[in-house]
């Protein structure tokens, strides 16, 4: 099995896809940022709340952190009550792993378990980015381990995201029901072989939309290699680049692109753009007629925060201690105001005078959440031609 420390139940939904992404990111680490520091101090928070201990209330300095973790607690709390305190264990944080594969393990948020039913609780902080339950490798993976490392047989198996901050139309807690026997099939038929691919020296890389998520993904030569041979594969773009073949990098050894080179494929970033939004427009185009693109659909986007009367704003704002270069830009977006963290009397008022735009419509994957806004062709009556064409017609 494989040797790459970093090969965890907590990234297999990562490593399930690429076969190289162990190798790819050893040494990089995470990348620190405000979405994970953010994510960090929420789970932080929520094992304490599990674990009983005395937390600030809404005043704390975290107040966005410990709504979140609140959020998934009282799930906890609601789901321990109905399965029976008594004869029911939660664990939080806990270790679990696959037998026989010492590299396969993880700390799964929330684990509820008696002798009929399992359930993993895995609490999501992003905002954008949709969490899938019923994708989900990690949910599944933890789920195996858990069955694995407490041996204990479920009759019902629940994987549960807690996702408060998402901001579409979904539910912000999400749960797919499974069996022993749909899990261990795809324990033996997904988990356990993509896990014995990373034990390749030289397996290639697969670039999928993933890869934004991957700490090596701007030296990693699979991604690159992937995105030129779609690109020179086409005539237009073939021409439109001048060359009959395109290496990202000079030198594939590189850990760095060269500098000239990276300054040639800047220059060729307009056109790659352009490129790439033609193909969706084109796209979008041949789904609202009916036809079919396999693999994606046309699900609604979403619409823009907006201040629904600026006069009402600046009336609620004044002789507050917002300083007046702030007052300037909330004006201009509604999300930054609420980013100031002011009085909790103050951001209700101003929560209250935010309109929300209504949304267009993006071309999205076939397996992605959201339902397709393309009419039922074949649900609408076709007109009738008249008898006789109007005159104007004739």
């Excluded at 790819?24 to 599990?50: K, T």
């Excluded at 998520?213 to 021409?239: F, K, M, N, W």
Aim: hydrophobic fraction near 35%; proline fraction near 4%; charge should be negative.
């Amino acid at each position: 099995m494989s040797e790459h420390a970093r090969l965890s139940l907590s990234h297999s939904d990562t490593w399930i896809t690429c076969a190289a992404w162990p190798r790819m990111v050893e040494g990089f680490g995470d990348e620190e940022s405000p979405e994970i520091e953010f994510g960090n101090v929420s789970h932080a928070i929520l094992e304490s709340l599990l674990m009983g201990e005395n937390l600030p209330g809404e005043d704390s300095a975290k107040p966005e952190e410990n709504a979140c973790a609140r959020v998934a607690f009282d799930y906890v709390q609601e789901r321990w009550q109905a399965m029976g305190t008594e004869g029911t264990t939660c664990l939080t944080e806990s270790k679990v792993s696959i037998d026989g594969h010492a590299d396969l393990w993880g700390s799964a948020d929330v684990i509820l378990y008696n002798e009929d039913v399992l359930e993993i609780i895995d609490l999501k902080t992003g905002v954008g980015t949709y969490v899938d339950e019923t994708t989900s490798g990690q949910l599944k993976a933890y789920a195996q381990g858990a069955i694995e490392t407490l041996k204990i047989f479920p009759k019902e198996i629940r994987l549960t995201i807690v996702q408060p901050r998402y901001w579409g139309n979904e539910d912000k807690i999400r749960t797919l029901v499974t069996t022993l026997g749909d899990l261990a099939a795809w324990t033996a038929n997904i988990l356990i072989p993509a896990a014995i691919a990373t034990d390749n020296p030289i397996a290639e890389g697969t670039a999928t939309e993933r890869c934004k998520h991957c700490a090596g993904r701007h030296t990693c030569e699979y991604r690159d290699r992937a995105v030129a041979s779609s690109l020179v594969a086409d005539p237009l773009i073939q021409s439109t680049m001048e060359v009959e073949e395109m290496d990202i990098r000079s030198n594939k050894d590189a850990v760095i692109y060269d500098n000239e080179r990276l300054s040639e494929i800047l220059m060729m970033l307009p056109v790659i753009r352009e490129y790439c939004t033609s193909l969706e427009e084109h796209a979008l185009e041949i789904l609202m007629k009916g036809e079919k693109v396999p693999g994606y659909k046309v699900v609604a986007s979403g619409g823009r925060s907006n201040w629904l009367n600026t006069d009402d704003v600046e009336a609620a704002i004044h002789g507050t201690r917002i300083s007046k270069d702030a007052h300037k830009q909330v004006l201009k977006t509604p999300k930054q105001i609420l980013a100031l963290k002011p009085s909790s009397g103050l951001k209700k008022k101003l929560e209250g005078l935010i309109g929300h735009s209504d949304g267009g419509r993006k071309l999205a994957l076939e397996s992605s959440k959201g339902e397709s806004i393309v009419p039922a062709f074949d649900a609408v009556p076709q007109q009738e031609t008249p008898a006789e064409l109007p005159a104007f017609l004739q």
